[in-house]
């Protein structure tokens, strides 16, 4: 399996233009890693076992598991109210923060914006500035009413966190996950990664990618939702916690409330099923999937899979925005050849075109908007970054071109469900649920 998966890595990373990538993989009683490409174009430093990656939102779990530790250990109520944590917490909407409790966070349905902007500094009060700004974000439904993905939920459940232990959202990770689990190369600071290892993101060039814009990418009021810069060795560790329970030292959840988490407690739209806490629930064919994954301004992108069912585990480490199709080709292949599950795909029976008619307009996500026009029997949505995200230097997206399911899935042309229309009571159609959030027409 070693030289197949070496083999299957090394072309499909070269077809897609993959700089550099780095897979990890639980078998049962087996372990393998294999790495092909480049950390940096620009450098030629070779891709290993030990070299740093930004592994984006997979970071929520580990948001995640600290913030189940405090219910276990009673100093955390999940049904509590977040301004009892936090006093002098106030959304734009009052009736939603008296609502608002700490499972809403664990499952993506704060129902206000969820890709608030992040703010520069490194200070020890970056997130309590950073969640002081909540006041401003419009509020699109009632807490709990329907999932929608919040990278801003589970920034303010790193607050929440702080607040409860008195310690920095940093040191709580450190303390209750990275030191029992003995993932010593797991960071949080770019200072602690810039004198190991580390792949730079990449971006399309004329003929080949070339490396992303100089400056670290993070900001660390974003840590609880995406910052956690590691190694495949230290996300195969994480792995056999999250699906065996085996830890080093004393374990972060015992194992009732670790299974607690992998569990469904609110359906979702595709392309996932249901949320845990706050697991992100699907399905591989007949695997059931305990999953996460993260993108850093589409220049690093990963892949975390668990199908405790099987005792297979998979992670994939990219640098750069094609990481995410090498990704889910990894994915596939272990399933495939280890497993000899295939993913199943529905076939699908379309709405007429004419209903397709009061769909069309713009949809604002806050830091990006879609287009909505109709182009044939499907809508074409244009992604356009708001001014000011754009000049980060992130690369424009192509249009999705998306149909529309007899069921109200949303489906690209290969029939892969990517979003849902919502029903009145859930606030559609004035709100659209596409790449798992809400996104309102203006």
Known sequence: MDDELQEFLDATAAELGVPGAVVGVIDRDREVIAATGVAAVDTGAAVTARTLFQIGSTTKTFTGTV??????????????????????????????????????????????????DDHPGWDDDALARSVAGFSELPQFFSPGTIASYSNSGI?????????????????????IVLDPL?????????????????????????????????????????????????SVRDQLTYARFQMRGEAEGAAPVGEATRLLMQQPHLAAGPPIDAIGLPWLLTRHGSARVVMHGGNISDMQLSEFVLAPDEDLAITVLTNSGSGKALGSAVVDWCFARLRGIEKSVEAAQLQPVEKLEGLLGTYDAGQWRYDVTLDGDA????????????????????????????????????????????????????????????????
């Open 67 to 116: 913030a189940m530790h405090l219910v276990e250990s009673g100093v955390l109520d999940l049904d509590g109210h977040v301004v009892d944590v936090l006093p002098d917490f106030r959304l734009r909407d009052e009736d939603a923060l008296a609502e608002l409790r700490i499972r809403h966070l664990l499952t993506h349905s704060g129902g206000f914006l969820g890709d608030a």
């Open 155 to 175: 920034r303010l459940l790193g607050r929440v966190i702080e607040e409860a232990t008195g310690e920095t959202f940093e040191q709580a990770v450190q303390r």
């Open 182 to 230: 003995g993932m010593s190369e797991t960071f949080f600071f770019p200072w602690d990664v810039i004198a190991r290892p580390h792949a730079v993101g990449h971006v399309p060039g004329e003929d080949a990618a070339m490396a992303a814009f100089p400056q670290w990418p993070l900001t660390r009021d974003i840590a609880p939702e995406g910052g956690i810069v590691s």
């Open 379 to 442: 809508l074409e949505f244009a992604m356009v970054l708001r001014e000011d995200i754009a000049a980060l230097g992130i690369p424009p997206r192509p249009p999705l071109r998306l149909r529309v399911r007899a069921d109200g899935a949303l489906i690209t042309d290969t029939d892969q469900p990517v979003g849902r229309l919502l029903d009145p009571a859930e606030g559609g159609p004035q709100l659209l649920h596409v790449g798992m959030r809400a996104v309102r027409r203006r």
